[in-house]
C-alpha cells in the first residue's frame, strides 16, 4: 500500500506563490508517474500537471502552463508543485496522486492508483 500525504496548501494573495508538497510512503513504484489534480467548489477534479519518474515527460493543464512547475526529488519520495502568479480561480483542494502503469500523457484521472487527502489552496483577490 502506498501512502501520500500533501502539504503547503494555504491561503496566498492573488499573485502570490506556494509550494506543495507530496510525500509518499509504503511500496513506492520507481517508475511511477506523479501527477496534482484539483477540485474547485462545484466542479469535478480535474488535471493540474504530472511527470514521469525521470522528469523526462511532464504535462501541464492549459491553464497552469507558465505559472506551475511540477519537479520531484525521488530520493525522498517527493514531488512538488511550485504555484506562482496564483490566481482565484487557483482555489481549490489540490491532490496529489500516483501511477503505476506507463506514461500515457499524466491528465487521465482513471489511470492513478493511489491519491492523497488534499490539500487547500485559497486565493484571495
Known amino acids: 500500500q502506498v501512502q501520500l500525504v500533501e502539504s503547503g496548501g494555504g491561503l496566498v494573495q492573488a499573485g502570490g506563490s506556494l509550494r506543495l508538497s507530496c510525500a509518499a510512503s509504503g511500496r513506492t513504484n520507481n517508475l511511477n508517474t506523479m501527477g496534482w489534480f484539483r477540485q474547485a467548489p462545484g466542479k469535478e477534479r480535474g488535471s493540474v500537471a504530472a511527470i514521469t519518474w525521470g522528469g523526462g515527460s511532464t504535462y501541464y493543464a492549459d491553464s497552469v502552463k507558465g505559472r506551475f512547475t511540477i519537479f520531484r526529488d525521488n530520493a525522498k519520495n517527493t514531488v512538488y508543485l511550485q504555484m506562482n502568479s496564483l490566481k482565484p480561480e487557483d482555489t481549490a483542494i489540490y491532490y496529489c496522486?500516483?501511477?503505476?502503469?506507463?506514461?500515457?500523457?499524466?491528465?487521465?484521472?482513471?489511470?492513478?492508483?493511489?491519491w492523497g487527502q488534499g490539500t487547500q489552496v485559497t486565493v484571495s483577490s
Open positions: 496522486a500516483e501511477d503505476r502503469s506507463l506514461w500515457s500523457g499524466g491528465y487521465r484521472e482513471s489511470e492513478y492508483d493511489y
